[in-house]
């Protein structure tokens, strides 16, 4: 190797050793919100950086916004703490203990289904603890009125009612005019999609001569066909019970309602006893008339022959029929007309058995 060229190549090696070895900050690791416009990528020992809040953070109570490149090659501690500026939630989108968000956050509006957004479908959460744009408005969505049915007519659910447009949630009924029934849409409303149901077709209807009804009588009817919507009345006869409504309708259909059903009354079918009922024991035969009505009870008393005492079962008339009892014995006469104070009705009642 030429010596001039060896000498030269060491003294290089030489200086680039001791620039090496030199001890340098690298650019300092900043925290959200420090401003770190400006920063370098190496730093002398012995040099400082003083700090600061970028735009829209606010510094806290900080000892020190200077950092020094310390001899060991590493920064001096920084004290700064940077806390983003605060907007305020429009009211409706604040919950308990949420009523701001952070700077640089995005709000999204969205309007429920039926509603047009007006305004601003966004917002953002400005530097100077501002929303960008304010809240929208949520607008019902708007139909054209409804068209009545060919004989028929609209009764509006809001009897306030009054433009010439309804909007998305008015809800009206179509009326068809009698005898005519309507065939399809009775309700309407308007759509989300601006649009309103479809009205119903009014066809005439007829309902057969209003059903006779046993034990019944009808109280308000002329015998004839009824056009739809027309109504019937029945009266049971006396001491029946009617079950269902006492009306009946001819329906769009071309049939009636259902019909009543007048429920006879029972006899209680024992010579000789006791029984309790309407809320007194009565001997059977101070029970006059012998009749008890439908779906009413009637308590028997039968004995329990271990113990030595009365046991009330009760049991119900239905439609004429009141079963009596397994347990019940119809005493003899003479037992009945010389001993009645033995009798199951008479003596003490057993203790009730409570179960868990």
């Known amino acids: 190797m030429n010596p001039t060229l060896s000498l030269l190549l060491c003294c290089q090696l030489a200086l680039y050793g001791a620039v090496m070895s030199k001890k340098v900050c690298g650019r300092p690791h900043m925290p959200d919100g420090i401003d770190e416009m400006g920063l370098k ?26 950092i020094t490149c310390t001899a060991s090659g590493e920064w001096s501690k920084l004290d700064l703490v940077c806390s983003p500026k605060m907007c305020q939630l429009p009211k409706p989108m604040q919950k308990p203990g ?65 433009g010439h447009e309804t909007r998305y949630g008015q809800t009206w009924t179509y009326e068809c005019f009698p005898p005519r029934a309507p065939i399809g849409n009775e309700r309407g409303w308007c759509l989300a ?50 079950e269902g409504s006492d009306e009946i309708q001819c329906q769009k259909t071309g049939n009636w309602s259902t019909l009543p059903i007048c429920r006879a009354p029972c006899k209680v079918n024992i010579n000789r006893g006791r029984i309790f009922y309407n809320a007194k024991k009565i001997w059977i035969e101070d029970l006059k008339p012998n009749r008890v009505l439908h779906r009413e009870h009637v308590v028997f008393y039968c004995l329990n022959k271990e113990q030595k005492c009365g046991i009330p079962v009760a049991s119900q008339c239905f439609d004429g029929t009141l079963n009596i009892p397994e347990c019940f014995k119809e005493p003899g006469k003479t037992e009945y007309h010389l001993k009645p104070k033995s009798l199951p009705s008479e003596i003490a009642m057993c203790p009730l058995e409570i179960t868990n």
Request: hydrophobic share 30%; with cysteine; net charge neutral.
């Open 98 to 162: 949420v009523t701001e968000v952070p700077y640089k956050s995005v709000l999204n509006y969205t309007c429920d289904y039926g509603y047009v957004l007006i305004g601003a479908n966004k917002s953002v959460c400005l530097h100077n603890g501002t929303l960008s744009a304010p809240p929208p408005m949520c607008a019902a969505v708007n139909c054209a009125l409804p068209k009545a049915p060919i004989f028929g007519k609209i009764v509006y659910d809001d009897k306030k009612f009054s």
């Open 193 to 242: 999609s601006g649009n309103v149901t479809e009205p119903p077709v009014c066809e005439e209807v007829s309902c057969s001569i209003p059903p006779t009804i046993e034990n019944s009588v009808i109280t308000f009817a002329v015998m004839r066909q009824a056009g739809y919507n027309e109504k019937v009345k029945y009266q049971c006869k006396d001491h029946y019970v009617m």
């Open 41 to 66: 990528r190496v730093y002398e020992i012995g040099e400082q950086v003083n700090l600061g809040c970028e735009r829209g953070y606010t510094p806290g109570k900080a000892k020190t916004a200077t």
